[in-house]
């Protein structure tokens, strides 16, 4: 449980990450290729954010995203030369008549995609609480995809999220700042998930 503010002085959270969503490269000469590493890098570095929330019943929601991470850089270590962009890496995968990276990336995206949306309707509706922000999110992401088992797992955690006021002090003293920072990292990660669902849904990327 995170007790301690997550940002270094007269920084912010984003500050702490070892890799950001702005510094993934996206080649737009090769259909938009997204690099492996960095984008695994990113997706590692974000879900630092479930340890601010604070809440243990996060760390399944955080602990499905990292198993998602390690299928796919397991299989980027085993053929790197193939797997330096995500879509190279999935291409080349399913042609072994494996998917388990593919499987691991499509359930990433949408852990991502829940992340993204929770946040970016926080942000936007400067009344709504955190907890109907992620609920919303889950509700149209994860949840048509879940297990009534696995189901409670992640409406627990909408529900344990803390409050608005609670959330944004922990991620750095000038809120303004903490916004800005925000929306930048939002925008390029939104990019990206569009990029990845686009190429997801194509029949090259089935199994």
Same mark, same amino acid.
């Given at each position: 449980?995170?007790?301690?503010?997550? &940002?270094?002085?007269?920084?912010?959270?984003?500050?702490? $990450?070892?890799?950001?969503?702005?510094?993934?490269?996206?080649?737009?000469?090769?259909?938009?290729? @997204?690099?492996?590493? *960095?984008?695994? *890098?990113?997706? /590692?570095?974000?879900?630092?954010? =479930?340890?601010?929330?604070?809440?243990?019943?996060? $760390?399944?929601?955080?602990?499905?995203?990292?198993?998602?991470?390690?299928? @796919?850089?397991?299989? $980027?270590?085993?053929?790197?030369? *193939?797997?330096?962009?995500?879509?190279?890496?999935?291409?080349?995968?399913?042609?072994?008549?494996?998917?388990?990276?593919?499987?691991? #990336?499509?359930?990433?995206?949408?852990?991502?995609?829940?992340?993204? @949306?929770? #946040?970016? $309707?926080?942000?936007?509706?400067?009344?709504? /609480?955190?907890?109907?922000? =992620?609920?919303?999110? &889950?509700?149209?992401?994860?949840?048509?995809?879940?297990?009534?088992?696995?189901?409670?797992? =992640?409406?627990?955690?909408?529900?344990?999220?803390? &409050?608005?006021?609670? =959330?944004?002090?922990?991620?750095? /003293?000038?809120?303004?700042?903490? *916004?800005?920072?925000?929306?930048?990292?939002?925008?390029?990660?939104?990019?990206?998930?569009?990029?990845?669902?686009?190429?997801?849904?194509?029949? /090259?990327?089935?199994?």
């Amino acid at each position: 449980m995170a007790s301690a503010n997550a &940002y270094p002085p007269g920084g912010t959270w984003l500050d702490t $990450q070892k890799r950001s969503f702005v510094d993934v490269p996206v080649d737009k000469e090769k259909d938009n290729a @997204i690099s492996t590493t *960095e984008f695994l *890098e990113a997706a /590692e570095s974000l879900t630092t954010l =479930f340890d601010v929330l604070g809440s243990m019943a996060f $760390q399944p929601v955080k602990s499905d995203m990292l198993g998602n991470v390690k299928k @796919i850089r397991d299989r $980027q270590l085993a053929a790197p030369a *193939e797997s330096e962009n995500l879509q190279d890496l999935v291409i080349n995968e399913l042609k072994t008549k494996k998917h388990t990276a593919t499987e691991g #990336l499509v359930w990433l995206v949408r852990g991502l995609d829940f992340t993204a @949306i929770a #946040l970016s $309707q926080n942000l936007a509706l400067a009344s709504e /609480e955190l907890s109907t922000s =992620f609920r919303n999110a &889950y509700g149209s992401t994860l949840k048509p995809h879940h297990s009534f088992m696995v189901k409670p797992i =992640f409406s627990a955690a909408m529900s344990s999220v803390p &409050y608005r006021k609670d =959330f944004y002090v922990k991620l750095g /003293e000038d809120n303004a700042k903490v *916004e800005e920072a925000l929306r930048k990292w939002l925008a390029a990660l939104v990019l990206i998930l569009e990029v990845l669902k686009g190429f997801l849904d194509r029949k /090259e990327a089935k199994w």
